[in-house]
């Protein structure tokens, strides 16, 4: 089946760190974008970073900047997106999505995926 396998949520103190990780099964990313996602409840999903197919370029979200770190491991088919400095306002489902495109550059508020990861629940709480 083909397929975005999500891992790495849970819960974490503010100030605490996570990574996730967002696999593909049964298809190479080698070829993809991914962007990573964000959604509270009543908020709207939130963009908030990309990575090209090759590495090449990465952007972040205001929101995000500085505290989070996307990268990508295509020999290991995954992209990690490291978390650090949580506070609560980062609590939502994050997700990951994945578009088949040797674009150089990414858009973090734009992907045509192909594919999306079934979401995994990031909840910042002392």
């Known amino acids: 089946q083909l397929q975005l396998v999500q891992s790495g949520g849970g819960l974490v103190q503010p100030g605490g760190s996570l990574t996730l990780s967002c696999a593909a099964s049964g298809f190479t990313l080698d070829y993809y974008g991914v962007g990573w996602f964000r959604q509270a409840p009543g908020k709207e999903r939130e963009g908030i970073s990309c990575i090209t197919y090759d590495g090449g370029d990465a952007k972040y979200a205001d929101s995000v900047k500085g505290r989070f770190a996307i990268s990508r491991d295509n020999a290991k088919n995954t992209v990690y997106l490291q978390m650090n400095g949580l506070n609560p306002e980062d609590t939502a489902v994050y997700y990951c999505?994945?578009?088949?495109?040797?674009?150089?550059?990414?858009?973090?508020?734009?992907?045509?995926?192909?594919?999306w990861g079934q979401g995994t629940q990031v909840t910042v709480s002392s």
């Open positions: 999505a994945a578009e088949l495109t040797l674009n150089p550059l990414c858009a973090i508020d734009f992907i045509e995926a192909n594919y």
